[in-house]
């Protein structure tokens, strides 16, 4: 069943509107990669602390808890890894997009961060059932838990972000005219701004198709 949804996947993503839009040469986008990955895992403190508990937690592993289930996690993580440089590898070929210039970005390395969510979760519980010194289990929940609490209040809710587009989409909703400038200065239903009115074509398509308007209606922004 997850191969047969990855290449509806794909199919679907050789439909893309942005396919002819966005071009560059395979090799220039292997050369964006590297630059990607550096960004995507030092620019914020995310990755680095998920990265130092899982290394942290294989060492303390390896050292003192080299049983069947010590050895099971290390054995996915050694397998995830090799998943993860695959993807790596493979990511490219999935095309080039302008709104993500350096090929990795939070939403392309959406598979790694899981795998490494689920090594973090998993040999955490293992050290925290395993660590029989009461001393060295107290450490080690403080440290757990802090790295949760700064995950915990570094994902705070934007439930209020999208009251710009919102206001544009019942402006062109209640518009009478067939091209509608839009006063509000956000994207909508795109990356960016739309300059011209000839590129929001497919846009509204979608919004009458849903009802968002009566009839199509082309619209564009300053």
């Known amino acids: 069943m997850f191969a047969v949804l990855s290449c509806y996947s794909l199919y679907i993503g050789s ?3 942005f396919n002819a839009l966005d071009t560059m040469s395979l090799q220039d986008e292997y050369t964006q ?17 998920i990265l130092g508990i899982l ?10 808890f080299w049983n069947e289930d010590g050895k099971r996690i290390i054995h996915w993580m050694k397998w995830l890894s090799v998943f993860s440089l695959i993807y790596f590898i493979l990511l490219p070929l999935g095309g080039y997009r302008i709104y993500r210039p350096h090929i990795l970005r939070y939403d392309t390395v959406m598979p790694v961060t899981l795998c490494l969510f ?15 010194h009461i001393k060295g289990k107290i450490i080690y929940s403080i440290l757990i838990i802090s790295v949760l ?13 999208n009251a710009c587009e919102r206001k544009a989409l019942h402006a062109l909703g209640t518009s009478p005219d067939s091209i509608v400038f839009l006063q509000q200065d956000c994207p909508v239903m795109s990356w960016g701004k739309t300059l011209n009115y000839k ?11 849903w009802g ?3 009839v199509k209606k082309l619209y564009f922004q300053r």
């Open 149 to 161: 609490l700064i995950f915990t209040r570094a994902d705070e809710p934007r439930f209020r972000e």
């Open 55 to 64: 290394a942290l937690n294989a060492i303390l592993i390896r050292i003192y």
């Open 118 to 132: 689920f090594l973090f979760g998993s040999s955490t519980l293992f050290m925290l059932r395993t660590i029989s």
């Open 199 to 209: 590129d929001s074509g497919q846009n509204a398509e979608v919004l009458a198709y």
């Open 15 to 17: 439909h893309n509107s």
């Open 212 to 214: 968002v308007t009566k």
């Open 33 to 49: 990669l590297p630059i990607g990955f550096y960004y995507q895992f030092t620019e914020k403190a995310g990755f680095p602390m």
